[in-house]
Structures are given as structure tokens and as C-alpha cells.
T-cell receptor
């Protein structure tokens, strides 16, 4: 039931783009994205609902492909502040629990 | 500051012991979630409460139990502790009942079992 994230780690130079994928084997109700900086608590980025629109948070956007049960997080023109571990969380209708993937560690170098 | 308060921030104890972690949700939030994060691991869902009632359960061990009190604070009890229980335990709160909305995470309680 745990979603699968890929890649596990990404290293970028400031200004480069990245894509993080999140896949589920079960039909999804929603996908949630969080970012956790080292030594801190996870912080909410956005929620994508089944049938909903693509969402944005600053220069970070995400999409939800219901057919493939997959979500992708797009980080455009990355900034140093984007460094951290990104987690996708998936929810199945009525389950009332948010199950997170293993995370993708993003490192942005100057 | 998310508004979610967790105590204690750090706890060191021995194998076989029992500990209680406490969480106060944001004002107005009725849902409380507990997650376990081991070193360099993801966030493992343990359990969720809404307004005092258990609503969802993850892979929570039988040695672990939780409850949410009438004032909405929650406690996670861990007993017969093992070395592998060493982890960061996060509490998160949400205003939603059905289908998780935005979760606000506390700073976590770091448990070390020696």
C-alpha cells in the first residue's frame, strides 16, 4: 500500500529542473506532497485530488495521472532552499490515513 | 511554528521500559496522527484519532497504544521497548475528519532506546 517514489536521490545545480515521481498499485483518492528539511518536521506543499487540477507552490508544481495512479512533482529553476527530502503521501477513498513513500532526497548545489 | 506541540523533545531509556509521548494539536484541529520515522527512513503511519475516536490504524505494534483525550491532546504509549524502537515520533493534526487535509506536524519526539 506504500507508494513508490523515484528517484531515491537527486543532486542538482541551482537553476536546474527536477521531476520526482510517486506511484501506487491501488486506485488513489488523493496525493499529498511534503518537504522535510534535515532535522525539521515535514511541511505541506500541496494536495492533488482525483479529477482535480494541477497544483502549484511557488515554482513547484505537481500533476496527478489517475489512469496510471501516479503523481509527479516538478521543481523548476531550483533554488538552494528547495533542498530536503520530498515525500508523497497517498490516500484511498474513505481510508482516512495518509501513507507516505520512502522519500526522495534532493540536494541543490550552488 | 506549526502550532502542534510534542513533549518530550528527547527521551533516552533502556530496553524493556515504557514511555509516553504527548501531543497537543493545533487549536481547532480534531484529528491527530502519529508517525514513526527511523534513521534515514520514511514516515511510517501508526494511528489516527478524530475527536477521541480511533479512525485508522497502520502497522502499529501491539506493544504500542494511543488515545485521544476529551481536551483533544493525544498520547502514544510505547512499552517493552526494543532497540529497534529508537526513532523520531511525529504527531500531526488536521481539521478534517474524512480524507486527510493538510497535516501540521509537530517537531517530533526523539526516542533513543539503549
Amino acid at each position: 500500500q506504500q507508494p513508490v517514489q523515484s528517484p531515491q536521490a537527486v543532486i542538482l545545480r541551482e537553476g536546474e529542473d527536477a521531476v520526482i515521481n510517486c506511484s501506487s498499485s491501488k486506485a488513489l483518492y488523493s496525493v499529498h506532497w511534503y518537504r522535510q528539511k534535515h532535522g525539521e518536521a515535514p511541511v505541506f506543499l500541496m494536495i492533488l485530488l482525483k479529477g482535480g487540477e494541477q497544483m502549484r507552490h511557488e515554482k513547484i508544481s505537481a500533476s496527478f495521472n489517475e489512469k496510471k495512479q501516479q503523481s509527479s512533482l516538478y521543481l523548476t529553476a531550483s533554488q538552494l532552499s528547495y533542498s530536503g527530502t520530498y515525500f508523497c503521501g497517498t490516500e484511498f477513498g474513505g481510508a482516512q490515513k495518509l501513507v507516505f513513500g520512502q522519500g526522495t532526497r534532493l540536494t541543490i548545489n550552488p | 511554528d506549526s502550532g502542534v506541540t510534542q513533549t518530550p523533545k528527547h527521551l533516552i531509556t533502556a530496553t524493556g521500559q515504557r514511555v509516553t509521548l504527548r501531543c497537543s494539536p493545533r487549536s481547532g484541529d480534531l484529528s491527530v496522527y502519529w508517525y514513526q520515522q527511523s534513521l534515514d527512513q520514511g514516515l511510517q503511519f501508526l494511528i489516527q484519532y478524530y475527536n477521541g475516536e480511533e479512525r485508522a490504524k497502520g502497522n502499529i505494534l501491539e506493544r504500542f497504544s494511543a488515545q485521544q483525550f476529551p481536551d483533544l491532546h493525544s498520547e502514544l504509549n510505547l512499552s517493552s521497548l526494543e532497540l529497534g524502537d529508537s526513532a523520531l515520533y511525529f504527531c500531526a493534526s488536521s481539521v478534517r475528519q474524512m480524507n486527510t487535509g493538510e497535516l501540521f506536524f509537530g517537531e517530533g519526539s526523539r526516542l533513543t532506546v539503549l
